[in-house]
C-alpha cells in the first residue's frame, strides 16, 4: 500500500538558517508529489510538485524539493527560514485510484529568533 | 483563483447530534474529498465523490456519510456525533481532466462534541 512517512515531528530552526524537510514515500509506480503547508487554523496551500522531468522542482515561498527515485524521497528545502514560514507542513504522494493523494503525518516548523 | 469554502470555520455540537458539514467549490471540479486532521495523523481520507451522486469510501469512514446532489456542494454527516469525532475537518477539490491529483483545500472546519 503506499505510504508517506515525515520522519520529524517537530523542527526548530533559527531565522535566517537553512531549513530541510524530509519526506520518504512508498508507491510501485512513478509517484506524484507534492508539500503542503498550513498556516495556523488555515487549509493546505500547495508548495510545490513533481510530477516527472528535472528532478529539482522550484515552488512559493522560495521553497525547493528534489525528487529522488533511488532513496524513495522527496524531500523540501529552503535557504535561508523567515519567521512567517512557521506551520506544518505535509508530504503527500498521488495514487492512482480516483486521484487520491496519501498524505504523511506532517512536521511542524517553529521558527526562532 | 480556486475557492473552495467550508460552511463554519468553529462548531460546537452535543453527543448524539446531527451534524452536517458543507463544502462548495467555484471550479466545476468532479473530484471532491473530506478529510480529518488531527494531531500526529496527518490527513486522514473520510469520503471521496468523484462526481454528483457518486462516493467512494475513504480509510476512515465508519461514523460519517456524505451527499453530493450538485457538482460544486460534498456535505459530510455525522450521523450521531461523538466525542471521538472531535476535530478538524478538511474539504478539497480536484479535477481529473488535468490529472494532475492537485487537491485545493478549504480553511477547515474545527468540529468540537460535547
Known amino acids: 500500500a503506499q505510504s508517506v512517512t515525515q520522519p520529524d515531528i517537530h523542527i526548530t530552526v533559527s531565522e535566517g538558517a537553512s531549513l530541510e524537510l524530509r519526506c520518504n514515500y512508498s508507491?510501485?509506480?512513478?509517484?506524484?508529489l507534492f508539500w503542503y503547508v498550513q498556516s495556523p487554523g488555515q487549509g493546505l496551500q500547495l508548495l510545490l510538485k513533481?510530477?516527472?522531468?528535472?528532478?529539482l522542482v522550484q515552488g512559493i515561498k522560495g521553497f525547493e524539493a528534489e525528487f529522488k527515485r533511488s532513496q524513495s524521497s522527496f524531500n523540501l528545502r529552503k535557504p535561508s527560514v523567515h519567521w512567517s514560514d512557521a506551520a506544518e507542513y505535509f508530504c503527500?504522494?498521488?495514487?492512482?485510484?480516483?486521484?487520491?493523494?496519501?498524505f504523511g503525518a506532517g512536521t511542524i516548523l517553529r521558527v526562532k529568533s | 483563483d480556486v475557492k473552495v469554502t467550508q460552511s463554519s470555520r468553529y462548531l460546537v455540537k452535543r453527543t448524539g447530534e446531527k451534524v452536517f458539514l458543507e463544502c462548495v467549490q467555484d471550479?466545476?471540479?468532479?473530484?471532491m474529498f473530506w478529510y480529518r486532521q488531527d494531531p500526529g495523523l496527518g490527513l486522514r481520507l473520510i469520503y471521496f465523490?468523484?462526481?454528483?451522486?457518486?462516493?467512494e469510501k475513504g480509510d476512515i469512514p465508519e461514523g460519517y456519510s456524505v451527499s453530493r446532489e450538485k457538482k460544486e456542494r460534498f456535505s459530510l454527516i455525522l450521523e450521531s456525533a461523538s466525542t471521538n469525532q472531535t476535530s478538524m475537518y478538511l474539504c478539497?477539490?480536484?479535477?481529473?481532466?488535468?490529472?494532475?491529483?492537485?487537491?485545493?483545500f478549504g480553511p477547515g472546519t474545527r468540529l468540537t462534541v460535547t
Open positions: 478539497a477539490s480536484s479535477s481529473p481532466a488535468i490529472a494532475s491529483y492537485e487537491q485545493y
Open positions: 508507491y510501485g509506480a512513478t509517484p506524484y
Open positions: 513533481y510530477f516527472s522531468g528535472d528532478t
Open positions: 503527500a504522494v498521488g495514487v492512482s485510484n480516483g486521484n487520491k493523494l496519501v
Open positions: 471550479m466545476d471540479h468532479e473530484n
Open positions: 465523490s468523484y462526481d454528483v451522486k457518486m462516493k
